[in-house]
């Protein structure tokens, strides 16, 4: 049986646009078979800088002939009183092919519709194949597209200059967007030539003849191995920080590894602007030795001809030369100046419109620090490097070094720290405080690099909040997301004991009184952080098997330590499997609702001997001395426990005694009752917010 071979061929295409064709062309490719009625097929993708291909493989050599129904309007629609057809069954028919005689009248459920029966001829699969290609051409979207051509034109990523359609050894000359499709493609764009594709088993081979590795994963494997034995052959290990591979990846059609050389004078730089440079502008591959150090050479992938490697690579050094060569200039103004100077550059650098500079973060940052240090119990000398952390940790955003390598804000900072001789723990804070960065980073490593670290995503949050920049749909310009789930992932990391509600208060005082342009009243966007920040603990504790609606009651109770309330969570959690958790939050949902319908004013409860009132009011307070050690202990099963004997006590109230009774005064004295047992309940957890699993258990 034929494979179907589609080869779109563009000018070079980014490495951005070949992952969003790997990811769309398998789909594309099935769902145009099954628009064709054509069987499912195994399909392989191979993309390159200059090509998107797809192969198809064991398609029959037609579409057997066969015979459909297609349902048309309903009996009344379709005929009138006398049983003529109407004007609908005619045009329906008319737009099936069939005479309206043919037309067949069929049960669906209660009523009858009429049907026509269409007997469509076998098809030959080569005439199905411009389809093919017009489908997968016109359905691919790159995040970032061209257009051109005559009129609406056709949007691509790059412009797509020829196209391959084969049928097994039949070439398929259709038309898409002016462009013919052929049987020949081009090969590499300096090494090869123009190749004649017979079958589509002979296309990777047919390119690898014109310089091209057209398989991604081929390609791949070869510059791995190719990589492997470049360093291998220096003593050294390749190392890819920047995840530069699947860039280089869809850059080249041909890999050829070569070694270049590190000017010995530029190794005085600190390592991670080596690396920086290497990566982030030129795509290098830096190596290391066995001793962990950086080796004065590094590897590269180039496209060009391994004849001329030599050349290739000193090409690649004098580049590199150039960019460290700028690199050393910029490190050697900044040390000149020093941190002090650089430090009051913050003053002229805008850090946002509405929130002041650079330098009003910092003060902000300094004392959001040190607050955070003094909460969490660390001693007087950490609290001080604490706050010595927030002073320098925006440092180097006035150093001329991270305005030509943006990627090394922290790291630089922390450098020119260590350089002038600033406490490690502070220089570890520098140039931890970013992390996490995403969902797998690395935490800070020490108590003062994180609270550096939480002071720094606190004062993001609440200064966005506060100026209405609060993330909405899948829009989050600022990160804020990211920011919160590292507070989260920091606090719980850390264990400490600090109250969420408040840092984020003290934080929008600290906005407040920067004197930067800001709402008088905070509290509606704090209470929206909050809840933001809130939703981030739910995501980061469902992989702990612990689910929203525990997360919530136990916010409910009111602890104020992220940490407690995670621990309270997944108390509750745990709870949910034992029948006398029910009963409990059965009487609190009972009390709730109560208290909710409440239509009578009241105050506190003061008894008026009424047997069942006093009753109930004995376990309240029972219960509430017990809800308190458990609370205070951190034990979510012993303040349960305390409710179990104050929800039978519930049970039995409302047996005995009529809440909404005749009298106003009665009344109001027994909602006073049931709202202070409600409060009692809302200590332990807001089991509101729970729902009732019992018939799951």
């Not at 070869?222 to 591979?245: H, M, N, R, S, T």
């Not at 008026?608 to 509430?624: F, I, Y």
Request: proline share 4%; net charge negative.
């Amino acid at each position: 049986m034929p494979d179907v071979l589609i080869e779109i061929g563009c000018e070079e295409l980014p490495a951005s646009a070949c992952r969003e064709a790997i990811a769309q062309v398998p789909g594309l490719m099935a769902a145009a078979l099954a628009g064709q009625q054509l069987p499912e097929a195994a399909i392989e993708v191979m993309v390159g800088p200059r090509r998107i291909a797809v192969i198809a493989r064991n398609l029959p050599d037609a579409r057997p002939a066969r015979v459909r129904e297609v349902r048309g309007p309903a009996e009344q629609a379709a005929f009138d009183d006398s049983g003529a057809p109407t004007k609908a069954a005619i045009g329906f028919a008319r737009g099936q092919g069939v005479d309206v005689t043919a037309l067949e009248l069929r049960a669906d459920g209660d009523r009858r519709f009429v049907y026509a029966c269409i007997n469509d001829p076998a098809v030959d699969t080569h005439t199905l194949v411009p389809a093919l290609v017009s489908e997968i051409i016109d359905g691919l979207r790159f995040s970032k597209n061209m257009r051109w051509g005559d009129g609406v034109g056709l949007k691509f990523s790059r412009p797509v200059r020829w196209i391959v359609a084969k049928f097994g050894t039949h070439t398929i000359p259709c038309e898409v967007h002016g462009l013919v499709a052929s049987d020949v493609t081009q090969g590499h764009r300096f090494l090869g030539g123009p190749v004649q594709i017979t079958d589509p088993d002979a296309y990777r081979d047919a390119l690898r003849g014109q310089g091209v590795v057209a398989d991604h994963v081929e390609r791949r494997a070869e510059i791995v191995a190719q990589l492997d034995a470049a360093a291998a052959g220096l003593g050294c290990v390749w190392k890819d920080p920047g995840g530069k591979l699947e860039e280089v990846l869809f850059l080249v059609e041909r890999p050829s590894v070569i070694v270049g050389d590190i000017l010995a004078e530029h190794l005085r730089l600190p390592e991670r602007v080596l690396v920086t440079a290497m990566q982030s502008h030129q795509r290098y591959f830096p190596l290391e030795k066995a001793d962990g150090q950086l080796e004065p050479r590094f590897l590269a992938v180039s496209n060009g001809d391994p004849a001329y490697a030599d050349v290739i690579a000193r090409g690649n050094a004098g580049v590199l030369d150039a960019r460290l060569q700028d690199a050393s200039f910029s490190f050697d103004r900044d040390r000149e100046v020093g941190l002090g100077a650089l430090n009051s550059r913050l003053d002229t650098i805008v850090f946002h419109k509405r929130l002041g500079t650079m330098a009003q973060k910092r003060e902000r940052l300094a004392a959001g620090a040190a607050e955070i240090a003094t909460a969490a119990g660390l001693s007087s000398a950490d609290v001080a490097f604490a706050r010595r952390g927030g002073e320098l940790a925006k440092v180097d955003q006035g150093a001329v070094l991270v305005a030509e390598f943006s990627d090394l804000q922290g790291y630089v900072g922390a450098e020119y720290a260590r350089i002038e001789g600033e406490d490690p723990a502070v220089v570890t804070a520098i140039r931890e405080h970013y992390l996490p960065e995403g969902a797998d980073s690395a935490l800070p490593s020490s108590d003062i690099a994180a609270c550096v670290s939480v002071a720094e995503k606190i004062d993001n949050l609440v200064g966005s909040f506060l100026v209405g920049e609060i993330p909405s749909g899948s829009k989050d310009p600022y990160g804020l997301r990211r920011a919160a789930a590292g507070v989260v992932r920091v606090v719980l990391d850390r264990g400490w004991n600090i109250s969420q509600r408040e840092l984020l208060e003290n934080a929008a005082v600290r906005h407040q009184a920067s004197g930067v342009d800001l709402p008088a009243d905070s509290a509606d966007a704090i209470v929206l952080l909050d809840e933001f920040i809130t939703d981030r603990v739910v995501f980061h504790v469902r992989e702990d098997g612990i689910s929203a609606e525990s997360v919530a009651a136990a916010y409910g109770a009111g602890l104020g330590s992220l940490v407690a309330t995670v621990e309270w969570a997944r108390g509750l959690e745990a709870a949910r499997a034992d029948d006398s958790f029910w009963s409990i939050w059965t009487a609190s949902t009972r009390l709730e609702r109560l208290v909710a319908k409440g239509d009578v004013p009241y105050d506190g409860f003061v008894s008026a001997g009424d047997p069942g009132e006093d009753a109930l009011n004995a376990a309240r307070v029972a219960a509430e001395g017990a809800i308190t050690a458990g609370r205070e202990a951190q034990d979510v099963a012993q303040a349960l426990a305390a409710l179990g004997p104050f929800a039978a006590a519930v049970d039995q109230f409302f047996t005995d005694v009529l809440v909404n009774d005749g009298d106003p005064k009665v009344r109001a004295r027994r909602y006073a009752l049931v709202d202070a047992s409600a409060h009692a309940f809302r200590q332990v957890a807001d089991f509101t917010k729970i729902t009732d699993q019992g018939g799951a258990r």
